[in-house]
């Protein structure tokens, strides 16, 4: 058998219960090869004690024949989420030492399904990055090298993409508000799907723009992502926008028939100076879904290039609203206050020392176009532009449309660091792509389709109807059989 | 549109974000660039949409307007950076 850190999930599931290996043994595996990995710096908090205990308990589960599919699977967890007892920060200095008294609902979910949690995932700090390089913790590092440089494993859930790319374990959970699955997923060579807005509560999940985050599985396969998302979703009276209507059999739905579907080509993500190795990609992958027996459609999306400015609005504002809570009073880091300090100077200087250069900016941001005399012009208008990047997707739906093609990033991966020197507005560039699908509340999934010539991983992104996971899942399994990316970053760390 | 150092610390203070006033020139830099980027928006002609205010069309879950937990003071604390006799302590607020 091959290495266990290697198996995908499903492989695992399959292995456990024919009882060829136990979730102890997949842990221990797992374990060892995070302690090995420090140099990508991945997992950044240890919870191997309590891994050690799930796995017990999963074997026990599995011998009784009482085995859901992930019963037994290690998998890491973004710092996003909040974990009953564990350091959950969402990388930033504002959360030091907080352990939360409950569990997200995403997180109970997988654990109620007896998998086991390894330990927790470098990110940007509070989600709000693309290269893991705002990260209170320091970079998450690319386990993909092709030179002297150390690369970036995208962001925000840089260290979930990494260490699912690096087989440190079988999955990861990842959380999306403008692409943060999605980008990391197709730097590091793997699968991630964010799914529709309201299939994955958002309860104890640190909130950076509460209309627009999602969790979704980062993993080796399409089939896995299937499986993971299937256990993550459903409807949970606890988060309001949590959508209420079954979930079907994800993994059931993976036939890899998809003739007669019609896949969009939109003629707006064809951007000025797109790298002709990204152009040949996309014009590949849609050669490959056409052999697969789909239609190939050009669309148009006009408001595709409002769809940034749009977004560095209202993350913004909603971030500046959900961030007031770190004030240094129930939880989380309290600035060392002079003599004569009010409870001004205790919120001013708490938030100065607690949040990180690219979240104090942000929150600036969003305080600033909600300001009085501001909020129509900025917040106000971005809102209306959002109704407006909706309906151009409603459009091409409703003419027959069943999913659409796109790159998933700008680019391969690029070196740490070497956006330092450039304006915010370059960063946020990476997620151009990806943020559409988060301002119509979309799913879109990443699939890695292609090496660059320099030998680093490209993805291309899959955008679906609402609530139809199932189906754009099925279109990714074709394009993943099509595309037979198996390709794996050499082992340097 | 522009906006210059005082405009740049009226905002922190609104933010609740310490900036020292040698910080403050970068960090209005740094909104004019960003607003920069934003001021695209004004190219679209937004008359008669409407802001959007939910992205799936879903009515808002109610329930029962009836307590459905509490008594847990300790747990409740058991992050605060300073608690005292089953309270959050802050600095005096009122004179």
């Known amino acids: 058998m091959t290495e266990l850190n290697r198996l995908t999930i499903a492989e695992a599931r399959d292995a456990l219960r024919k009882g060829d290996v136990t979730s102890a043994e997949l842990t221990e595996a797992c374990l060892t090869q995070i302690e090995g990995a420090g140099a990508l710096n991945a997992f950044v908090h240890d919870t191997s004690d309590l891994a050690r205990e799930q796995a017990r308990a999963a074997d026990a589960r599995i011998k009784a024949g009482d085995a859901p599919a992930l019963c037994g699977i290690p998998l890491g967890i973004k710092d996003l989420f909040c974990t009953r007892g564990v350091p959950s920060q969402a990388a930033s200095a504002i959360l030091e030492g907080f352990r939360p008294e409950y569990e997200s609902t995403v997180t109970q979910n997988l654990f109620d399904a007896g998998a086991v949690m390894l330990g927790k995932l470098n990110m940007d700090e509070f989600a709000m990055g693309s290269s893991n390089e705002t990260s209170v913790y320091g970079n998450a590092v690319n386990p993909w090298k092709v030179d002297d440089r150390q690369l970036t494993p995208g962001g925000s859930s840089g260290g979930s993409a990494a260490a699912v790319a690096a087989d440190l374990c079988l999955a990861a959970t990842g959380t999306d508000t403008g692409g943060s699955i999605r980008?990391?997923?197709?730097?590091?060579?793997?699968?991630?799907?964010?799914?529709?807005?309201?299939?994955?509560?958002?309860?104890?999940?640190?909130?950076?723009?509460?209309?627009?985050?999602?969790?979704?599985?980062?993993?080796?396969?399409?089939?896995?992502?299937?499986?993971?998302?299937?256990?993550?979703?459903?409807?949970?009276?606890?988060?309001?926008?949590?959508?209420?209507?079954?979930v079907p059999d994800f993994e059931a739905m993976l036939t890899g028939?998809?003739?007669?579907?019609?896949?969009?080509?939109?003629?707006?993500?064809?951007?000025?100076?797109?790298?002709?190795?990204?152009?040949?990609?996309?014009?590949?992958?849609?050669?490959?879904?056409?052999?697969?027996?789909?239609?190939?459609?050009?669309?148009?999306?006009?408001?595709?290039?409002?769809?940034?400015?749009?977004?560095?609005?209202?993350?913004?504002?909603?971030?500046?609203?959900?961030?007031?809570?770190?004030?240094?009073?129930?939880?989380?880091?309290?600035?060392?206050?002079?003599?004569?300090?009010?409870?001004?100077?205790?919120?001013?200087?708490?938030?100065?020392?607690?949040?990180?250069?690219?979240?104090?900016?942000?929150?600036?941001?969003?305080?600033?176009v909600l300001s009085a005399g501001f909020y129509d012009a900025y917040y106000n208008r971005a809102r209306k532009v959002r109704t407006l990047i909706k309906r151009d997707f409603e459009q091409v739906f409703d003419a027959g449309v069943d999913a659409i093609l796109t790159p998933a990033t700008p680019s391969a991966a690029f070196g740490l660091g070497d956006m330092a020197n450039a304006d915010p507005v370059q960063m946020y560039l990476n997620d151009v792509f990806t943020v559409t699908v988060n301002l119509a509340g979309l799913p879109g999934i990443a699939v890695p389709a292609g090496i660059d010539a320099k030998?680093?991983?490209?993805?291309?992104?899959?955008?679906?109807?609402?609530?139809?996971?199932?189906?754009?899942?099925n279109t990714a399994y074709a394009l993943e059989r099509a595309a037979g990316f198996v390709a794996k970053p050499a082992k340097w760390w | 549109m522009s906006i210059d150092k005082d405009t740049a610390a009226k905002v922190a203070k609104l933010a609740r974000i310490r900036v020292e006033d040698d910080a403050l020139p970068a960090l209005a830099q740094e909104f004019n660039d960003i607003l920069g980027f934003i001021e695209q928006l004004n190219e679209v002609d937004v008359d008669g949409i409407e802001p959007m205010t939910s992205v799936t069309p879903m009515r808002l879950k109610r329930r029962e307007d009836v307590v459905t937990d509490g008594g847990m003071v300790d747990k409740v604390l058991s992050n605060a950076p300073d608690a005292r006799e089953g309270f959050f302590a802050v600095p005096k607020v009122v004179e």
């Open chain 1, 183 to 246: 980008q990391p997923a197709a730097f590091t060579g793997i699968t991630g799907i964010k799914p529709t807005y309201g299939r994955c509560s958002r309860w104890g999940i640190v909130a950076f723009a509460s209309s627009l985050d999602q969790a979704g599985p980062m993993t080796k396969t399409v089939r896995d992502s299937a499986i993971m998302l299937q256990t993550m979703c459903g409807h949970d009276p606890k988060d309001s926008t949590s959508a209420d209507i079954p």
């Open chain 1, 257 to 368: 028939d998809i003739k007669g579907k019609v896949i969009g080509i939109p003629r707006e993500y064809r951007m000025d100076g797109m790298p002709a190795e990204i152009e040949k990609l996309w014009a590949d992958g849609t050669a490959m879904l056409k052999d697969a027996g789909a239609e190939i459609r050009d669309i148009s999306l006009p408001h595709t290039k409002y769809a940034l400015p749009a977004y560095y609005v209202i993350a913004p504002a909603e971030a500046s609203s959900n961030l007031a809570r770190y004030d240094g009073v129930r939880y989380g880091h309290r600035a060392r206050l002079e003599q004569g300090d009010g409870i001004t100077e205790m919120y001013e200087k708490t938030r100065a020392e607690g949040f990180g250069d690219e979240v104090k900016r942000r929150v600036m941001v969003g305080t600033y």
């Open chain 1, 455 to 473: 030998g680093l991983p490209l993805g291309l992104q899959l955008i679906g109807r609402p609530w139809e996971e199932g189906d754009l899942l």
